[in-house]
Nanobody, 127 residues
């Protein structure tokens, strides 16, 4: 089991930037793997889950959703068990609740299904 706590959301004008943080803690280690895939996903008003970016703790490899890499950067601080999502040139279409998710994994499987999710942090972009 993994506990995740997001922070850093807020309201910005279009063109602005935000950095989200996710502190993650392993409550009970999974027998499947000692490594984790950690990802940022978002859910907007239309309700669909959209993958933003992910990182694999095994080698630091990253993956991004379509069109996300231009304006979003995922990074991790392994010593602190924190991952970050830097967001640039935000647009109203980026308005959503952003979730940090985790899944034990053996390799970077990108933005697939993740078992553990935080409570989410709201990002609102005004025109």
């Amino acid at each position: 089991e993994v506990q995740l706590v997001e922070s850093g959301g807020g309201s910005v004008w279009a063109g602005g930037s935000l950095t989200l943080s996710c502190s993650w803690t392993v409550i009970s280690r999974d027998a499947y793997s000692d490594e984790y895939c950690l990802g940022w996903f978002r859910q907007g008003a239309r309700g669909g889950r959209e993958g933003v970016a992910s990182v694999f703790t095994g080698d630091g490899g990253t993956d991004y959703g379509d069109l996300m890499k231009d304006r979003f950067t995922i990074s991790e601080d392994p010593a602190k068990n924190i991952i970050y999502l830097q967001m640039f040139n935000l647009q109203p279409s980026d308005t959503a609740t952003y979730y940090c998710e985790a899944e034990p994994c053996l390799t970077n499987w990108g933005l697939g299904r993740y078992r553990y999710r935080g409570q989410g942090t709201q990002v609102t972009v005004f025109t």
